[in-house]
């Protein structure tokens, strides 16, 4: 079902259902970049659709939303654990088709790999996804090579367009809240070319190992960690155990993000330490996005959203990396 509204009547149907849910949306914050007096798209809650950067892409992905960077599992005392309570609202959140690909990859990941994860669950039921439309494609995506740039799989389409709100429902709970509209054709548009292609060796396997095209990313790379961070569907995390400073047997276990990019990621009891040179971290990382997981689960991790290759700050491009893999099995065979 297709409706046309004012902005500021829409922003009255966002009003009524923050009584429900929290509202998230990528969101321009002011001096918050990673340089001085930069600015910075992220993740935050809304109270209009004027909040919500439409034309631009978001430097984190909406990830952060239902996987926090830094989560409380669980406090403890001396004698007692309890875990935190969870909100009691719903989260709805506007995203585009890669990143609603990019949350089927964390389910799979934290929902359907053995043992469903409780704390992601707790959240991941609450979300309905509003779909963002790309009319044409951001710098450095390549959504198109990796059959994300489409998706069906949404609660509401939202596209603001000369003043006016135009919505799509998908979902049968938010029917009466626009029953009063008037209605209209709505449907959203997706980028159909993107200028960065990519494209995955057929007879991609584990002999790449020993290509000598890992070998640059020693130099190149410095491992701070930045694109597993910004990824949409990167989802390693470690544990952090806090003490309390007034009463060191109590505290709280958070888990964080973790990076396969940086130092102490694979160290082990004993002082072993796995991957140690930087091409080699790479080398796991690239071939986990377009190999392990597809093994695993029967698609590709990555879904071209292009922000490893925006947030980069030695410029080394994850597309490039993934097509060396074609000149690299050539090499290897």
Not at 97 to 126: G, M, P, Q, W
Not at 194 to 219: A, G, H
Not at 305 to 320: K, L, M, Q, V, W
Request: proline share 2%; charged share 30%.
């Amino acid at each position: 079902m297709g409706f046309r509204m004012d902005v500021e009547r829409f922003d009255e149907l966002l009003t009524e259902l923050q009584k429900n849910y929290r509202i998230y949306a990528p969101v321009l914050l002011k001096g918050k970049g990673r340089y001085s007096e930069t600015d910075t798209i992220r993740y935050a809650e809304i109270n209009s659709i004027k909040d919500v950067v439409f034309d631009k892409k978001s430097v984190f992905s909406p990830k952060e939303v239902i996987l926090p960077i830094t989560q409380t599992l669980f406090y403890f005392t001396e004698d007692n654990v309890i875990e935190p309570k969870v909100d009691e609202k719903n989260i709805l959140i506007f995203l585009r088709s890669c990143d609603i690909h990019a949350v089927k990859r964390l389910d799979e990941i934290y929902l359907r790999n053995r043992f469903a994860d409780s704390y992601y669950a707790a959240l991941r039921t609450k979300v309905k996804f509003v779909l963002m439309e790309c009319e044409k494609s951001f710098e450095n995506c390549f959504c198109v090579s990796m059959g994300s740039n489409r998706t069906d799989e949404y609660d509401l389409f939202v596209r603001l367009e000369d003043g006016k709100v135009y919505v799509e429902s998908k979902n049968e709970t938010f029917d009466g809240l626009f029953k009063d509209e008037e209605n209209a054709e709505v449907s959203p548009k997706f980028v159909l070319e993107n200028e960065t292609v990519v494209k995955i060796p057929e007879n991609l396997d584990q002999r790449v190992f020993k290509s000598k095209m890992w070998d640059e990313y020693d130099e190149r790379c410095i491992a701070c960690g930045r694109c597993n961070f910004v990824c949409g569907t990167c989802a390693c995390f470690t544990m952090q155990d806090i003490f309390y400073k007034d009463n060191p047997n109590a505290g709280e276990r958070r888990r964080v993000w973790a990076s396969c990019m940086v130092d102490g990621f694979t160290d082990m009891a004993g002082g072993h330490s796995f991957r140690k040179k930087y091409g080699e971290r790479m080398r796991f990382k690239v071939m986990h996005k377009v190999y392990d997981f597809n093994k695993r689960f029967g698609y590709h991790m990555c879904v071209g959203c292009g922000r490893c290759d925006d947030i980069c700050p030695e410029y080394i491009s994850f597309a490039n990396a993934v097509n060396k893999l074609n000149d690299a099995m050539k090499e290897v065979e």
